[in-house]
Nanobody, 113 residues
Framework: QEQLVESGGGSVQAGESLTLSCVAR????????FHWYRQVPGKGREWVAL???????NYAASVKGRFTISRDNGQSTVYLQMNDLKPEDTAVYYC???????WGLGTQVTVAS
Protein backbone atom coordinates (compact mmCIF):
# COMPACT_ATOMS: atom_id res chain seq x y z
CA GLN A 1 0.00 0.00 0.00
CA GLU A 2 1.36 3.40 -0.97
CA GLN A 3 2.02 5.65 1.99
CA LEU A 4 4.10 8.50 3.36
CA VAL A 5 5.52 8.41 6.89
CA GLU A 6 6.91 11.55 8.53
CA SER A 7 9.23 11.70 11.51
CA GLY A 8 11.64 14.06 13.25
CA GLY A 9 9.33 16.52 14.91
CA GLY A 10 9.83 17.69 18.47
CA SER A 11 9.99 20.59 20.88
CA VAL A 12 12.83 23.10 20.58
CA GLN A 13 13.75 26.62 21.60
CA ALA A 14 13.66 29.54 19.18
CA GLY A 15 16.80 29.67 17.07
CA GLU A 16 17.37 25.93 17.17
CA SER A 17 17.12 23.43 14.31
CA LEU A 18 15.20 20.30 13.41
CA THR A 19 15.25 17.96 10.43
CA LEU A 20 12.05 16.26 9.33
CA SER A 21 12.01 13.08 7.25
CA CYS A 22 9.32 11.62 5.02
CA VAL A 23 9.70 8.04 3.84
CA ALA A 24 7.68 6.93 0.82
CA ARG A 25 6.61 3.30 0.67
CA UNK A 26 5.38 1.07 -2.11
CA UNK A 27 5.99 3.27 -5.15
CA UNK A 28 8.89 4.50 -7.28
CA UNK A 29 9.99 7.53 -5.27
CA UNK A 30 12.33 9.09 -7.82
CA UNK A 31 9.59 9.78 -10.37
CA UNK A 32 7.58 12.25 -8.31
CA UNK A 33 7.54 15.73 -6.83
CA PHE A 34 7.06 16.08 -3.08
CA HIS A 35 5.85 18.92 -0.91
CA TRP A 36 5.91 19.86 2.74
CA TYR A 37 2.88 21.61 4.26
CA ARG A 38 2.11 22.69 7.81
CA GLN A 39 -1.04 23.33 9.76
CA VAL A 40 -1.94 24.97 13.06
CA PRO A 41 -5.26 24.30 14.81
CA GLY A 42 -8.12 26.29 13.33
CA LYS A 43 -6.28 27.16 10.11
CA GLY A 44 -5.90 25.58 6.71
CA ARG A 45 -2.78 23.79 5.58
CA GLU A 46 0.00 26.14 4.55
CA TRP A 47 2.38 25.17 1.76
CA VAL A 48 6.01 25.24 2.88
CA ALA A 49 8.28 23.83 0.17
CA LEU A 50 8.56 21.51 -2.80
CA UNK A 51 11.23 19.47 -4.49
CA UNK A 52 10.92 18.27 -8.06
CA UNK A 53 12.16 15.16 -9.78
CA UNK A 54 15.36 16.91 -10.84
CA UNK A 55 16.01 18.38 -7.41
CA UNK A 56 14.57 21.81 -8.22
CA UNK A 57 13.17 23.49 -5.12
CA ASN A 58 10.81 26.28 -4.14
CA TYR A 59 9.89 27.76 -0.77
CA ALA A 60 7.22 29.83 0.89
CA ALA A 61 8.41 33.35 1.63
CA SER A 62 8.00 32.75 5.36
CA VAL A 63 10.65 29.99 5.41
CA LYS A 64 12.96 30.93 2.53
CA GLY A 65 16.54 31.18 3.70
CA ARG A 66 15.85 29.15 6.86
CA PHE A 67 14.44 25.85 5.57
CA THR A 68 16.01 23.47 3.04
CA ILE A 69 14.16 20.66 1.29
CA SER A 70 16.15 17.75 -0.13
CA ARG A 71 15.65 14.19 -1.31
CA ASP A 72 17.49 10.90 -1.27
CA ASN A 73 16.08 8.72 -4.01
CA GLY A 74 18.03 5.67 -2.82
CA GLN A 75 16.36 5.91 0.57
CA SER A 76 12.97 7.02 -0.82
CA THR A 77 13.10 9.90 1.62
CA VAL A 78 12.49 13.63 1.44
CA TYR A 79 13.89 15.88 4.15
CA LEU A 80 13.10 19.31 5.52
CA GLN A 81 16.02 20.90 7.33
CA MET A 82 14.67 23.72 9.48
CA ASN A 83 17.12 26.26 10.91
CA ASP A 84 16.61 29.35 13.06
CA LEU A 85 13.18 28.13 14.10
CA LYS A 86 10.65 30.69 15.31
CA PRO A 87 7.56 30.27 17.51
CA GLU A 88 5.41 30.94 14.43
CA ASP A 89 6.85 27.78 12.86
CA THR A 90 4.93 25.74 15.45
CA ALA A 91 2.60 23.42 13.54
CA VAL A 92 1.98 19.87 12.42
CA TYR A 93 4.13 19.27 9.34
CA TYR A 94 2.86 17.04 6.54
CA CYS A 95 4.52 15.43 3.55
CA UNK A 96 2.46 15.37 0.34
CA UNK A 97 2.67 13.55 -3.00
CA UNK A 98 0.14 15.22 -5.29
CA UNK A 99 0.41 12.61 -8.06
CA UNK A 100 -0.80 9.78 -5.82
CA UNK A 101 -2.90 12.16 -3.72
CA UNK A 102 -1.03 10.98 -0.63
CA TRP A 103 -0.59 12.72 2.72
CA GLY A 104 1.32 11.48 5.72
CA LEU A 105 -0.12 11.58 9.22
CA GLY A 106 2.08 14.52 10.16
CA THR A 107 4.73 15.28 12.76
CA GLN A 108 4.42 17.97 15.43
CA VAL A 109 6.96 20.79 15.65
CA THR A 110 6.78 23.07 18.67
CA VAL A 111 9.05 26.11 19.02
CA ALA A 112 9.19 27.89 22.36
CA SER A 113 10.19 31.53 22.62
Amino acid sequence: QEQLVESGGGSVQAGESLTLSCVARAFTFSLYTFHWYRQVPGKGREWVALIGVGGDTNYAASVKGRFTISRDNGQSTVYLQMNDLKPEDTAVYYCHDPYHKLWGLGTQVTVAS
